[in-house]
Structure formats: C-alpha cells, structure tokens
T-cell receptor
Framework: AQTVTQSQPEMSVQEAETVTLSCTYD???????LFWYKQPPSRQMILVIR??????QNATENRFSVNFQKAAKSFSLKISDSQLGDAAMYFC???????????FGTGTRLKVLA | EAEVAQSPRYKITEKSQAVAFWCDPI?????LYWYRQILGQGPELLVQ????????DSQLPKDRFSAERLKGVDSTLKIQPAELGDSAMYLC??????????????FGEGSRLTVL
C-alpha cells in the first residue's frame, strides 16, 4: 500500500532559524510527484513546494527547499530564516503520476518562537 | 484571486440529523475532491469527481454519505444520518491538471462539522 509518514507531530523553531520537517513514503511506483502543503490556523491549505520524482534536482521556492532522496523514499522540507507567518500544520503528500490520487501524511505542527 | 468556496464554515448538528456541505471550485477546474480531516490527522479522500463523473468513491461510507456534481461545476456532500464519529473538517479541493502533470490542489477553507 502507498503510505506517507510524518514522524514529527510537532516541531519548534526560533524566528530566523532553520528547521527541517521529515517525510517518508512507501511506493513501488517509479514516477510520481511529492508535495508539501501548509495549513495555517483557520485558513485554507496552500501548496508550498512540489517535486517531480524523475527530477534529481531538489526543488526550491524562496526560503523553502526540499531534500529528495528517491532511493530512501525520503522527502524533507527545509525552511530557512523562519518567520512567524510560517507557523502552521505542514502536510507531505504523494501523487502517483497519471492518477488522481493524492495521499497525505498526518502532518507536523510547526511553532515559530519570537 | 480565484478561490474554492465552501459553505457553511461551521455546522453543529445532533446525531441522526441530515447535513449538507457545498463547494464551488475554481472556474475551469474539472477535478473536484472532498476530503475529511479529523483533528490532528491528514486529509483522507472521500470522493473525487472528474467533471460530473465520480472517479473514486471507494472510501465514501455510502450508507450515509452521498455526493453529487450535477453540472460538473459545484458540488454537494450530504450526510444522513449524522453520527458522532462524523465530527471533522470537510475539505473541498479542485485541480485543473490533477492526474496528468501532478497538478496543484487548491483547497477551500473547509466546513467544520460537530455532531452532538
């Protein structure tokens, strides 16, 4: 079965510091997409970053970057220069290529300390 | 900026009552999803539409849940009768390119259901 695991229910980071959120997934597929979504309190979930499995280069979006290790089935999110607005639930998601299915992890609550 | 609209934002109901949620996706988005998110957990797919057709409803408890997207635009999710275990956030999402190019999902703010 295809599963997504986020082993850190909660993380804290000091403002301006760097934090890494972990995600592992299980699949027998070779082609797929991985995502990190952010869900702020009482706000809608939004896409943070997207990675295509066939691309070896790690995706980056401003202060957000990923460490994609395909062989290890690991997809971690690094947030640099953390800001108070980064406080939210972060969900890792997996989408097998060519399907409509998106599988989400259980989420990591990120707290940013001033 | 176009958004996915959901209503109501909050719903409190007693068990055995009927409840309905409405979703209007971003214009032009053919794919629509209903997810259930229990507090502290990730979203779990209930049903997925491509235009007006159901693509996946394998996790939808069909004895009490129903969903429709009659004209391939907005959608309604109904629960009848509601049970205590249905208390959760119901999220609607839409996508233009889902299943083809790993398209981004656009989520609404959700409808939080509390069953007493």
């Amino acid at each position: 079965a295809q599963t997504v695991t986020q082993s850190q229910p909660e993380m804290s980071v000091q403002e301006a510091e760097t934090v890494t959120l972990s995600c592992t997934y299980d699949t027998s597929e070779s082609d797929y997409y991985l995502f990190w979504y952010k869900q702020p309190p009482s706000r809608q979930m939004i896409l943070v970053i997207r990675q295509e499995a066939y691309k070896q280069q790690n995706a980056t979006e401003n202060r957000f970057s990923v460490n994609f290790q395909k062989a290890a089935k690991s997809f971690s999110l690094k947030i640099s220069d953390s800001q108070l607005g980064d406080a939210a639930m972060y969900f890792c998601a997996y989408n097998p290529s060519g399907t409509y299915k998106y599988i989400f992890g259980t989420g990591t609550r990120l707290k940013v300390l001033a | 900026e176009a958004e996915v609209a959901q209503s109501p934002r909050y719903k409190i109901t007693e068990k055995s009552q009927a409840v309905a949620f409405w979703c209007d996706p971003i214009s032009g988005h053919a794919t629509l999803y209903w997810y259930r998110q229990i507090l502290g957990q990730g979203p779990e797919l209930l049903v997925q539409f491509q235009d007006e057709s159901v693509v996946d409803d394998s996790q939808l408890p069909k004895d009490r849940f129903s969903a429709e997207r009659l004209k391939g635009v907005d959608s309604t999710l109904k629960i009848q009768p509601a049970e205590l275990g249905d208390s959760a956030m119901y999220l609607c999402a839409s996508s233009q390119l889902a299943g083809v190019l790993g398209g981004e999902l656009f989520f609404g703010e959700g409808s939080r259901l509390t069953v007493l």
